[in-house]
């Protein structure tokens, strides 16, 4: 069955229904299809097309077609329709007959692919929110276990400050607090009606699309039908906040890597998350995260691919935009798994609380400290930095670490320190002086976790 035909003198050839058919992968918005459809249905009676018993008898024979599709595993075999709209429109015929002829007045694939899509999204939305959610909450669990552990911060992949692991933590949750809100936003922009806008000039038909609107639980309609049949930037933001979400993970993908190595040793993943190797028997792979960085590369791919394929259509409607659907459907699934992934690889974690403490105080992360000590004390901070980048030199040379320095020793290498300032030589305490908001201060750290846990709540809702 096609869903237009009359013009043509011959039908399709093989090869271009072969090339231009996209069941295979829009079945997946059959649940939308339908339930946009029987929507339409009712604004179809409201407007007079449809009698209140022809609605009734489509809305139940698409109710019916909508649980068959749930239940029957072989529903969409053999099926060799151009694509979901028009499978759903077959079946409508064969069960409701004759009536079915006029479900599709005044209506466009056009507008009702953009409904499909933004009904599907919403849902999207909310399941990648959750997920995130899910993620960041695994997070804090994870700093709550080791609330005191200190680690060396980096800067230029060079140790640069100690930090608390929670605080390490928690610059992840706060990318994903910022992940969440996109996909709310994501949401916000999908939300939109776009039924009622025909194939581009607006519906002949005198719609109540405010009523659709209600119907279909969409918080707004479309102000303009042209750029609703043209408008893909819904997918776009979708795509973008796949993306950010798939480079945070990617990035704690990849410090993961790096700290359970055996250069670093911070930490072990469990073995349910780790795969060994075919030849050399003593390996423990971290490829849950490796895959995690790599399907990042996969996300970005779907949005520029998207990208590329809107750049430069004129309005309106254009197949191309057929397109979206497969790096849509992609970018939603690899993220959906990755999230899940990076939530089983955290609750894995098992911080070595010795070994970034030891890697803390063997280089010279506190030599912020000192110097800012030296300033509070009276030293004007360029000079102060002289005389702990003269201190750090000296040590270099010598072999020594922080701790071998004595409060004696200290103030015999310069009159500028004072005796209470060697005890900035352990990492944990030059960070007590961080109690800065968005600092590392352990009370800072202790409120900001607090904080953290009533935003989860949020990020749930
Ligand atoms: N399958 C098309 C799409 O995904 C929707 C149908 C519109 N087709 C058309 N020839 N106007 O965009």
Redesign the pocket.
């Known amino acids: 069955m096609k869903l237009w035909g009359g013009r043509f003198e011959s039908g399709p050839s093989e090869v271009f229904e072969r090339f231009s058919g ?1 069941l295979d992968f ?1 079945k997946r918005l059959i649940d939308a299809d339908i339930r946009g459809s029987q929507a339409f249905a009712r604004a179809l009676e409201r407007v007079g097309i449809l009698t209140a018993d022809e609605r009734a008898r489509i809305v139940d024979a698409f109710e019916q077609i909508r649980t068959e599709a749930v239940d029957d595993p072989r529903f969409f075999d053999g099926a060799t329709d ?4 028009t499978l759903v429109i077959r079946k409508l015929k064969e069960r409701a007959g004759d009536v079915a002829d006029k479900i599709h007045t005044g209506r ?3 507008e ?2 953009s409904l499909d899509m933004r009904l599907w999204l919403r849902e999207e939305c909310d399941r990648a929110r959750g997920l995130i959610a899910d993620l960041a909450g695994t997070l804090l669990n994870l700093a709550n276990r080791y609330p005191d552990a200190v680690i060396p911060g980096y800067t230029h992949m060079r140790r640069a400050q100690a930090v608390l692991w929670p605080h390490y933590l928690l610059a992840y949750f706060e990318m994903l607090a910022r992940d969440a809100e996109r996909f709310v936003e994501a949401r916000r922009r999908a939300n939109v009606l776009p039924l009622g806008s025909g ?1 581009l000039a607006g519906s002949g038909f005198p719609f109540d699309r405010e009523a659709i609107a209600r119907d279909l639980g969409f918080a707004a309609v479309t102000r303009n039908s042209m750029d609703a049949s043209a408008d893909r930037d819904f997918v776009l933001d979708f795509l973008y906040a796949a993306s950010t979400t798939m480079l945070h993970l990617s990035r704690l993908a990849e410090d993961w890597i790096l700290y359970s190595s055996e250069e670093f040793g911070w930490m072990e993943l469990g073995d349910e998350v780790t795969s060994g190797s075919s030849l050399m028997p003593q390996k423990k792979n971290p490829d849950s995260l490796e895959l995690m960085r790599g399907k990042c590369g996969r996300v970005i791919g779907c949005l520029n691919a998207l990208l590329v394929t809107v750049k430069g259509l004129p309005l309106t ?1 254009n ?1 191309d ?2 397109e ?2 497969e790096p849509l459907f992609e970018a939603a699934d690899q993220l959906a798994a990755s999230l899940e992934m990076a939530r089983a690889v955290a609750e894995s974690v098992e911080l070595h609380v010795d070994r970034p403490r030891q890697a803390a105080a063997e280089s010279w992360v506190v030599a912020t400290d000192l110097a800012e000590a030296l300033s509070r004390a009276g030293v004007p901070f360029h000079r102060a930095h002289q005389i702990v980048g003269k201190l750090v030199l000296e040590s270099v040379r010598r072999g020594r670490k922080p701790a071998d320095w004595t409060a004696a020793e200290l103030e015999a290498f310069a009159p500028e320190f004072r005796p209470e300032m060697a005890r900035l030589l352990d990492p944990a305490e030059g960070m007590k002086s961080r109690e800065v908001p968005g600092g590392t201060g352990p009370q800072a750290v202790a409120g900001a976790l607090a904080e953290a846990r009533a935003r989860l709540a949020q990020m749930h809702a």
């Not at 151009?82 to 709209?85: R, S, Y």
């Open positions: 996209s829009d151009e694509d979901v709209h466009s694939r056009n009702q692919v194939a409607y197949r935009m057929q979206d659907k």
